[in-house]
């Protein structure tokens, strides 16, 4: 007998649920007895073996390993009054035993299947369970975009260490979220047709109990709580899964951390440190039918707030699962019931929870305050809604049009992986009736659906668009565009102009199957939702407000509304149609791809015939638009300034030089020159004058909404603020959409400087310099870059400017 073996034997000898089954099974036959003791066996050491391979997969995270199985069985019968065990059957002290030992082994995957998420196949081209595999992982690690951003920042920086830690990270998470569902294929696998009670296969009970341990406690009403496996043999189902589920929750101590591994292992993600120190500030505890109580000596409030926030888990879990019981009790028709009650308190002890003490003093580490902040609901709603964030109270408009987008653009992406027809529509309705004002924002996207309501449309900064739903949703469809809705805060915007809102939603849900369509009133930011029925045959969702009397756009005309919706929205990814008082009105993408740079001329551009005046269409990738740039020349040859006039004057004879020249500056031409100025007294002055000839000016957005902050600066400035500080004037029409983003505050009129805008930045200067490149000649261009390069001070410019230099040297 191998060590293994012979720990597995002697730990078995010393449990109660071990001893009371081999007595009952040898009561009914020897043979019975043989065949329960070999099941149990091949199954112990099977979980033991497989156990061990946990901690190689998942090094950072609290130990699944062998000897826990033992301690979830050792907790069983903590759990269960001793009287009670006599009274269970067979089949049933059976599947305690063997979901104690198998509920966790999802967290030890195959080495293949590892070495497939990680794209290393066995041979030179994968199988198709492999490009399943990897398939699978990577829709998992597309909803975690943030943790892949920072694995790209890393490995451009040579940190490759630290983003391996990352890519270990996912793996770890992929294998523990997933782990219920993959035990239930592993036992199919490894072990159909082989775990029998008699002639009564158990193999799939075994496998819902494993998978139910992981699964909302609700999830336990579903399994049969009086399962004959024989003449009067009985298998409460749901008893056994509740017995699991708290006996792995309560094996919360210090052995499943020990610390002389905890010592050897490079623990370094925040979430799992937090984990490991959490569990060894465990010291005893106490768990009886009258008592479940933890000892832990915490180093640091956060440790002992999470234990006790666990404790707070299993509050809530003890009393679902006595609710559980209690319902299939009154449920079940069974004269007596009284074998499966759990006479166990409904909370947890925490009086013996809290700092370590010092040796000397006595006194503890710290002072524990159960405080945090707290927000004041109503005043934060107000910031939310009110104009110190939006800046102007018109953005509901716009916030109610981008919503649209996104869920018509949702919808369309997942119609084009059905292969399913489908043409997106936003309709955007003022109108009035009696001396009520309305605005209407219909569109036929994806819709909502209750949960979606509870989760995000109704919680102030959750967007449905940064959740991990979506991210999944996404992964799903192959989706590629960029949400323009970020903040989960857009709805409140509303209310600056609205007194209720009404909304009718119906949700798609797959290929020709939705939710029921919800309706709901909302009168005012602080009410309660009315839902009522609704007949909406369509998915998709209408938001009708009802207008305060002084809404912003109560004095508007038509055509000034007309000119504001596509103000906001100047690129629309969605044809929106727009409908006042019954008169139509349609406009889309190509609205914007006929937009002319030219169109943004002002008295700050005038025609002069030493700026010459070049065209750019952009073609590249995600940036739709084109722009014009000003350039000093004389005699067809770009330069750094022009002396328009110089000469010699006398007056009263006193001789007085002028001139007139144009140069460049930052974002401008201009034109500097000297003038005479005779007073009142009659004294003689010389005057400096300075007019722009050619100033930079932008009609900017991004994914197809507007970007009111301005590119460009306009009389002061902040340096710190993103805006386009280059060596000449520019006028561009540019819509920044595909996977190219930028972020923004809520209002949308302040981009945030960081890596996206330097990263934007940096290839606009090397598109628009390349354009120039392939417009003008070479003489030209390289005088042309010389001056950019002498007048120019920003860096994110001359990145680009150095790379379509590049470009040309190579062509």
Same mark, same amino acid.
């Given at each position: 007998?191998?060590?293994?073996?012979?720990?597995?034997?002697?730990?078995?000898?010393?449990?109660?649920?071990?001893?009371?089954?081999?007595?009952?099974?040898?009561?009914?036959?020897?043979?019975?007895?043989?065949?329960?003791?070999?099941?149990?066996?091949?199954?112990?050491?099977?979980?033991?073996?497989?156990?061990?391979?946990?901690?190689?997969?998942?090094?950072?995270?609290?130990?699944?390993?062998?000897?826990?199985?033992?301690?979830?069985?050792?907790?069983?019968?903590?759990?269960?009054?001793?009287?009670?065990?006599?009274?269970?059957?067979?089949?049933?002290?059976?599947?305690?035993?063997?979901?104690?030992?198998?509920?966790?082994?999802?967290?030890?995957?195959?080495?293949?299947?590892?070495?497939?998420?990680?794209?290393?196949?066995?041979?030179?081209?994968?199988?198709?369970?492999?490009?399943?595999?990897?398939?699978?992982?990577?829709?998992?690690?597309?909803?975690?975009?943030?943790?892949?951003?920072?694995?790209?920042?890393?490995?451009?920086?040579?940190?490759?260490? &630290? +983003?391996?830690? %990352?890519? *270990?990270?996912? =793996? /770890?998470?992929?294998?523990?979220? #997933? @782990?219920?569902?993959?035990?239930?294929?592993?036992?199919?696998?490894?072990?159909?047709?082989?775990?029998?009670?008699?002639?009564?296969?158990?193999?799939?009970?075994?496998?819902?109990?494993?998978?139910?341990?992981?699964?909302?406690?609700?999830?336990?009403?579903?399994?049969?709580?009086?399962?004959?496996?024989?003449?009067?043999?009985?298998?409460?189902?749901?008893?056994?899964?509740?017995?699991?589920?708290?006996?792995?929750?309560?094996?919360?101590?210090?052995?499943?951390?020990?610390?002389?591994?905890?010592?050897?292992?490079?623990?370094?993600?925040?979430?799992?440190?937090?984990?490991?120190?959490?569990?060894?500030?465990? &010291? +005893?505890?106490? %768990?009886? *039918?009258?008592? =479940? /109580?933890?000892?832990?000596?915490? #180093? @640091?409030?956060?440790?002992?707030?999470?234990?006790?926030?666990?404790?707070?888990?299993?509050?809530?879990?003890?009393?679902?699962?006595?609710?559980?019981?209690?319902?299939?009790?009154?449920?079940?028709?069974?004269?007596?019931?009284?074998?499966?009650?759990?006479?166990?308190?409904?909370?947890?002890?925490?009086?013996?929870?809290?700092?370590?003490?010092?040796?000397?003093?006595?006194?503890?580490?710290?002072?524990?305050?159960?405080?945090?902040?707290?927000?004041?609901?109503?005043?934060?709603?107000?910031?939310?809604?009110?104009?110190?964030?939006?800046?102007?109270?018109?953005?509901?408009?716009?916030?109610?049009?981008?919503?649209?987008?996104?869920?018509?653009?949702?919808?369309?992406?997942?119609?084009?992986?059905?292969?399913?027809?489908?043409?997106?529509?936003?309709?955007?309705?003022?109108?009035?009736?009696?001396?009520?004002?309305?605005?209407?924002?219909?569109?036929?996207?994806?819709?909502?659906?209750?949960?979606?309501?509870?989760?995000?449309?109704?919680?102030?900064?959750?967007?449905?668009?940064?959740?991990?739903?979506?991210?999944?949703?996404?992964?799903?469809?192959?989706?590629?565009?960029?949400?323009?809705?970020?903040?989960?805060?857009?709805?409140?915007?509303?209310?600056?102009?609205?007194?209720?809102?009404?909304?009718?939603?119906?949700?798609?849900?797959?290929?020709?199957?939705?939710?029921?369509?919800?309706?709901?009133?909302?009168?005012?930011?602080?009410?309660?939702?009315?839902?009522?029925?609704?007949?909406?045959?369509?998915?998709?969702?209408?938001?009708?407000?009802?207008?305060?009397?002084?809404?912003?756009?109560?004095?508007?005309?038509?055509?000034?509304?007309?000119?504001?919706?596509?103000?906001?929205?100047?690129?629309?990814?969605?044809?929106?149609?727009?409908?006042?008082?019954?008169?139509?009105?349609?406009?889309?993408?190509?609205?914007?791809?006929?937009?002319?740079?030219?169109?943004?001329?002002?008295?700050?551009?005038?025609?002069?015939?030493?700026?010459?005046?070049?065209?750019?269409?952009?073609?590249?990738?995600?940036?739709?638009?084109?722009?014009?740039?000003?350039?000093?020349?004389?005699?067809?040859?770009?330069?750094?300034?022009?002396?328009?006039?110089?000469?010699?004057?006398?007056?009263?004879?006193?001789?007085?030089?002028?001139?007139?020249?144009?140069?460049?500056?930052?974002?401008?031409?201009?034109?500097?020159?000297?003038?005479?100025?005779?007073?009142?007294?009659?004294?003689?002055?010389?005057?400096?004058?300075?007019?722009?000839?050619?100033?930079?000016?932008?009609?900017?957005?991004?994914?197809?909404?507007?970007?009111?902050?301005?590119?460009?600066?306009?009389?002061?400035?902040?340096?710190?603020?993103?805006?386009?500080?280059?060596?000449?004037?520019?006028?561009?029409?540019?819509?920044?959409?595909?996977?190219?983003?930028?972020?923004?505050?809520?209002?949308?009129?302040?981009?945030?400087?960081?890596?996206?805008?330097?990263?934007?930045?940096?290839?606009?200067?090397?598109?628009?310099?390349?354009?120039?490149?392939?417009?003008?000649?070479?003489?030209?261009?390289?005088?042309?870059?010389?001056?950019?390069?002498?007048?120019?001070?920003?860096?994110?410019?001359?990145?680009?400017?150095?790379?379509?230099?590049?470009?040309?040297?190579?062509?």
């Amino acid at each position: 007998m191998s060590d293994s073996e012979q720990h597995i034997e002697n730990s078995l000898a010393k449990s109660k649920i071990y001893t009371i089954l081999r007595r009952k099974a040898l009561n009914e036959s020897r043979t019975i007895d043989s065949n329960v003791s070999d099941t149990i066996h091949k199954c112990v050491k099977y979980a033991y073996d497989k156990a061990k391979l946990i901690i190689k997969y998942m090094p950072e995270y609290t130990l699944h390993d062998s000897e826990h199985l033992f301690r979830v069985l050792y907790l069983m019968e903590k759990l269960i009054p001793e009287e009670n065990l006599e009274n269970l059957s067979v089949p049933e002290l059976m599947l305690l035993i063997l979901s104690a030992f198998f509920h966790d082994l999802g967290m030890s995957p195959d080495e293949n299947e590892i070495k497939a998420w990680k794209q290393q196949w066995l041979g030179q081209d994968p199988t198709d369970i492999e490009k399943k595999e990897y398939s699978n992982f990577e829709r998992f690690k597309n909803t975690y975009p943030d943790r892949l951003d920072d694995i790209d920042r890393l490995r451009v920086n040579q940190e490759f260490s &630290k +983003a391996e830690l %990352i890519e *270990q990270y996912l =793996i /770890s998470e992929y294998i523990r979220l #997933n @782990h219920a569902q993959r035990v239930k294929k592993l036992i199919a696998r490894d072990w159909k047709d082989q775990i029998f009670y008699h002639d009564t296969p158990l193999t799939k009970i075994l496998a819902d109990i494993c998978q139910s341990h992981n699964e909302d406690a609700l999830s336990l009403m579903n399994l049969d709580a009086n399962f004959l496996s024989g003449e009067d043999v009985n298998i409460c189902i749901p008893y056994i899964a509740v017995i699991l589920r708290l006996a792995d929750l309560l094996d919360f101590d210090a052995k499943r951390t020990p610390s002389v591994l905890f010592s050897h292992l490079s623990v370094r993600n925040s979430v799992s440190l937090f984990e490991w120190q959490k569990h060894r500030s465990i &010291k +005893a505890w106490r %768990i009886n *039918q009258n008592e =479940i /109580s933890f000892f832990a000596e915490c #180093n @640091h409030p956060v440790i002992e707030s999470g234990i006790k926030k666990f404790c707070d888990y299993i509050d809530t879990e003890l009393k679902n699962c006595s609710a559980i019981l209690s319902k299939i009790s009154e449920q079940s028709g069974f004269l007596d019931f009284s074998q499966y009650k759990l006479n166990l308190p409904i909370k947890v002890n925490r009086e013996r929870i809290g700092p370590v003490k010092d040796i000397e003093s006595g006194d503890p580490l710290y002072e524990y305050w159960d405080t945090s902040f707290e927000l004041n609901k109503n005043q934060v709603i107000e910031l939310f809604m009110g104009t110190q964030l939006y800046g102007t109270k018109d953005v509901a408009l716009r916030e109610l049009i981008q919503n649209s987008i996104d869920a018509c653009l949702l919808s369309e992406a997942m119609h084009n992986s059905w292969n399913a027809p489908y043409v997106p529509n936003i309709i955007v309705k003022f109108y009035t009736i009696g001396t009520e004002d309305y605005l209407e924002v219909i569109d036929n996207g994806i819709g909502m659906n209750k949960d979606i309501i509870n989760n995000y449309y109704s919680k102030v900064g959750s967007s449905f668009y940064k959740s991990k739903d979506f991210f999944d949703l996404k992964a799903q469809t192959d989706l590629s565009y960029k949400p323009i809705s970020r903040f989960g805060i857009g709805i409140l915007s509303t209310f600056m102009v609205s007194e209720s809102v009404e909304v009718q939603t119906k949700r798609l849900k797959g290929k020709y199957s939705y939710d029921d369509p919800l309706k709901l009133v909302i009168e005012g930011y602080d009410s309660i939702f009315t839902v009522l029925k609704s007949d909406k045959d369509e998915p998709g969702t209408s938001t009708k407000l009802l207008l305060k009397q002084n809404h912003p756009w109560k004095h508007y005309t038509d055509e000034a509304l007309i000119k504001a919706i596509k103000l906001a929205v100047p690129n629309p990814q969605v044809p929106i149609k727009i409908i006042i008082e019954n008169e139509e009105n349609n406009f889309s993408k190509n609205d914007f791809q006929n937009k002319k740079a030219a169109e943004l001329k002002s008295y700050y551009w005038t025609e002069n015939a030493n700026i010459r005046e070049e065209l750019i269409e952009f073609d590249e990738s995600g940036y739709i638009g084109n722009a014009i740039v000003g350039i000093i020349e004389q005699n067809g040859i770009p330069v750094e300034k022009v002396d328009v006039h110089s000469n010699e004057t006398n007056v009263n004879g006193q001789k007085y030089s002028l001139s007139l020249q144009m140069h460049w500056e930052t974002n401008e031409i201009k034109k500097k020159g000297d003038s005479i100025e005779i007073n009142d007294t009659g004294d003689i002055k010389l005057t400096p004058r300075t007019q722009t000839l050619a100033k930079s000016n932008a009609s900017f957005s991004i994914h197809g909404i507007s970007y009111s902050g301005g590119l460009f600066p306009e009389y002061s400035f902040n340096a710190k603020k993103t805006m386009l500080l280059w060596p000449f004037p520019m006028l561009i029409v540019l819509d920044l959409n595909g996977n190219n983003d930028l972020d923004l505050n809520s209002a949308r009129n302040e981009i945030v400087l960081n890596e996206l805008w330097n990263s934007f930045e940096q290839n606009l200067a090397f598109i628009i310099c390349k354009k120039l490149s392939e417009n003008l000649k070479e003489e030209y261009i390289s005088t042309l870059y010389s001056l950019f390069r002498a007048n120019s001070q920003n860096d994110n410019f001359l990145v680009g400017l150095e790379k379509a230099q590049e470009l040309l040297k190579n062509q």
